[in-house]
């Protein structure tokens, strides 16, 4: 069982930077991908960044990327999602997942615990 706590929403304007951050419980953190997902109001959940167990590979939404990092921090269980010049289109309730293995994924069913989710709100 893996507990993940997403924290670091807020109101930001365009143009403006949040980090995200995403506690993930268990002493296991290290050997599994996770994953950045985003729901705004009455669409799908869709992928935002993933990355590796390891830390090495990374992969990005064309939407985000060039804007959006994805990293962790394994020794202390921790994913991060640093949120740069940021648009009123990135509005939407942002949620951390984990893989159901060491790759990153862009799939939801690729992933098998999620956290409750950190609202983020940019305006114009």
């Known amino acids: 069982q893996v507990q993940l706590v997403e924290s670091g929403g807020g109101l930001v304007q365009a143009g403006g930077s949040l980090r995200l951050s995403c506690a993930a419980s268990g002493r296991t953190f290290g050997t599994y991908g996770m994953g950045w997902f985003r729901q705004a109001p009455g669409k799908e959940r869709e992928f935002v960044a993933t990355?590796?167990?390891?830390?090495?590979?990374?992969h990005y939404a064309g939407s985000v990327n060039g804007r959006f990092t994805i990293s962790r921090d394994n020794a202390n269980n921790m994913l991060y999602l640093q949120m740069n010049s940021l648009k009123p289109e990135d509005t939407a309730l942002y949620y951390c997942?984990?893989?159901?293995?060491?790759?990153?994924?862009?799939?939801?069913?690729?992933?098998?615990?999620w956290g409750q989710g950190t609202q983020v709100t940019v305006s114009s």
């Open positions: 997942a984990k893989t159901r293995g060491s790759a990153g994924a862009s799939h939801l069913d690729d992933y098998d615990y």
């Open positions: 990355i590796s167990a390891g830390g090495v590979a990374t």
